[in-house]
């Protein structure tokens, strides 16, 4: 019999999709750092019977009418904006993402990001290399304590209460918003539940961990960066959709709040010439939250591992 066919739209390492090969025979977008072209996945995905695919994918209804073999999508991320999961549930496609596996990876990296970004690490970093450093001077690159400062978590799932944990031993004031009350969490990490308008007033650290939604879509917009103190830092590691960026822009360059930490974006990959790189105060990364090798390699697993669940008639580990 032959084995169902997976197209994978990135090329991925040998020795992670090896354990399966005896179940599915691969297909893959041979190229490890462009995104595959619409048409040719369009073309390639139109006979598989599974498909593993990356953010950059727009899983959109035309793609599912036309990938009509497919049993399963595997998203190698925890959000998943890019597919349209009311179509793929239409068509009886399964649909999952990468959740628990990157958490304690993302946290760590939205720690970095803040610190960075209060501390100027990436300017005192370019400091040295423009061969700058005079003398030692009182206010040199001084910036934003993180010790006993407020952390607002706007979007408290997993990755929220791992960045909560991680606050609590800066000895942090902790306040979050999210859809639902976590009240377990409040007693075990000793954060306040507070409405959206109250952590923007309070905290001196806007931590932005939502999905992107149409009820979150620009929920950080020209009102939202005004309720900031002026001396808030806004950090940003969950999708770029949730900022108006143009009202962000205005609000770094006008000094409406101090600073801003940005690991996405609206439209991914931003260039060199993107207005946000043009300002002092702000610290950009090219989407790396979950980037450590480990979890990028657990990650794929985690797809393929969902995969191959579905094909064995087993419940998908982490369907969305
Ligand atoms: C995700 O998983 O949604 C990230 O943005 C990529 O790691």
């Not at 197209?7 to 040998?14: E, N, S």
């Not at 025979?25 to 490890?32: I, K, L, S």
């Not at 003398?135 to 997993?158: C, N, Q, Y």
Request: with cysteine; hydrophobic share 40%; aromatic share 8%.
């Amino acid at each position: 019999m032959n084995k169902p066919t997976i197209y994978i739209t990135r090329k991925i390492p040998p020795y992670l999709i090896e354990p399966f090969s005896q179940y599915f025979q691969f297909q893959m977008w041979e190229d490890e750092h462009t995104p595959i072209p619409r048409e040719i996945l369009m073309r390639e995905a139109k006979e598989a019977d599974g498909l593993l695919c990356l953010l950059t994918e727009k899983i959109d209804r035309a793609f599912l009418d036309h990938a009509s073999h497919l049993k399963i999508i595997a998203n190698m991320a925890v959000g998943y904006d890019n597919i349209d999961v009311e179509a793929a549930k239409e068509k009886g496609i399964i649909v999952t993402n990468t959740p628990d596996v990157l958490t304690e990876t993302t946290a760590d990296l939205t720690f970095a990001l803040l610190m960075a970004t209060a501390r100027r690490l990436v300017e005192a970093n370019h400091f040295i290399y423009q061969d700058k450093w005079g003398e030692w001077s009182p206010f040199l690159l001084a910036g934003t304590d993180i010790h006993h400062k407020t952390i607002g978590i706007v979007g408290m799932g997993r990755i929220g209460e791992a960045v909560a944990r991680r606050a609590k031993g800066f000895q942090m004031n902790l306040l979050y918003h999210n859809r639902t009350r976590k009240k377990t969490v409040e007693q075990e990490l000793d954060v306040s539940y507070v409405s959206f308008e109250e952590l923007l007033e309070k905290s001196d650290f806007v931590v932005s961990l939502l999905p992107l939604s149409e009820q979150t879509e620009n929920i950080f917009d020209k009102r939202a960066f005004e309720q900031m103190k002026s001396s808030a830092i806004f950090i940003n590691v969950s999708r770029g959709g949730v900022v108006d960026e143009k009202a962000l822009y205005d609000a770094l360059k006008n000094k409406v709040i101090t600073a801003a930490g940005l690991d996405v974006f609206k439209d991914e990959p931003i260039p060199s010439s993107h207005p946000f790189t043009s300002l002092s105060n702000v610290v950009l990364l090219p989407h790396i939250g979950s980037a450590s090798i480990t979890t990028r390699e657990n990650m794929l697993t985690l797809c393929l591992e969902n995969i191959r669940a579905v094909f064995q008639h087993e419940a998908p580990i982490s369907p969305v």
